[in-house]
């Protein structure tokens, strides 16, 4: 038994079906509210899941209330190139070691958020999310699970022309990061909540065109080879946020970038959807041809 957590206007929340149970009422104050400070004691977060049944619940969940579910994250990173058919759309070789690139934290926004855009070349690229929740450094694959609190739904939003706006080399981070740039969730789901935690089926719509959609057994690199390379370089903490790379079909391969008033709706097997319109807040006044 594990749990489904959701930050419900702050606040951390259990989740079954459509309710949720507020966490610092129904532990008589023994969590707190924070969403992130949860996962400080997952064990003790799924013996109160066990007995939700017998509880009153807080209230019927309402998407537009749902924040990010973890918040306060020290370190968010993603991974590139992670499926063969997102290399070969890509044009670029698969990768022997993983291309791993960061998001600023401040992008992390709830899965219903309104994705404010500056350009006309914004594009999606539907991920499968974990989330850690053990402190490791030197992690060995086989316990790389271990350090997992759960996975979720993201969406690794990129302004292209900024990406690819510096010639030779890309700057990733920054295309990555405006701000509402990386919508997560519904929820955090605990893995022992997945019956087949690998091969998880993945897609990514546009309004009602599928444009991506695949299956999550495809990663080039697993969630535990990233763990593993990534804690040797750096300690992974409770919180951090791992974006895992998104298959082919995204919008720059054919000129298909999102626009004005589009529905963006991305869903992972077992773990929801998040469903993000799009919105033209402004012109950026430095561009590439600036
Ligand atoms: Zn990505």
Avoid at 112 to 117: L, S
Avoid at 127 to 142: C, F, H, P, R, S
Avoid at 237 to 257: A, H, S, Y
Wanted: aromatic share 6%; proline share 5%.
């Amino acid at each position: 038994m594990g749990f489904r957590l959701a930050n419900i206007s702050g606040r951390a929340s259990l989740v079954e079906d459509d309710n949720y149970y507020d966490l610092e009422v129904i532990s008589d104050g023994e969590f707190n509210s924070n969403p992130s400070d949860a996962l400080q004691n997952q064990n003790r977060m799924k013996q109160l899941n066990g007995q939700l049944s017998k509880m009153e619940p807080t209230g019927v969940i309402n998407d537009s209330e749902l924040g990010p579910p973890v918040s306060s994250s020290a370190n968010c990173y993603a991974v590139g190139l992670n499926y063969k058919n997102h290399a070969e759309e890509s044009g670029l070789e698969i990768p022997d070691v993983p291309m791993i690139f960061t998001k600023h934290t401040s992008c992390l926004v709830g899965p219903c958020a309104t994705i404010e855009m500056r350009s006309d070349a914004v594009d999606y690229e539907a991920e499968l999310v974990a989330v850690i929740g053990k402190t490791g450094k030197d992690i060995k694959k086989e316990d790389a699970w271990d350090h997992v609190a759960g996975l979720c739904v993201g969406q690794d939003i990129s302004d292209r022309g900024v990406q690819f706006s510096t010639k030779n080399l890309p700057q990733f981070n920054l295309g990555k990061s405006f701000d509402t740039f990386g919508p997560i969730g519904p929820f955090l789901v605990s893995p022992d909540e997945l019956p087949n935690k690998d091969g998880l089926e993945i897609e990514c719509l546009v309004n009602d065109e599928v444009r991506q959609k695949d299956n999550t057994n495809d990663l080039i690199f697993d969630i535990p080879f990233i763990i593993c390379y990534l804690s040797e370089i750096v300690t992974l903490n409770v919180g951090d946020v791992i974006f895992t790379g998104t298959p082919g079909g995204v919008g720059v391969m054919e000129g298909k970038f999102l626009k004005e008033g589009d529905i963006l709706t991305t869903r992972i097997e077992g773990l929801g959807s998040l469903r993000n319109e799009c919105k033209r807040i402004a012109d950026r006044s430095l561009t590439e041809e600036d």
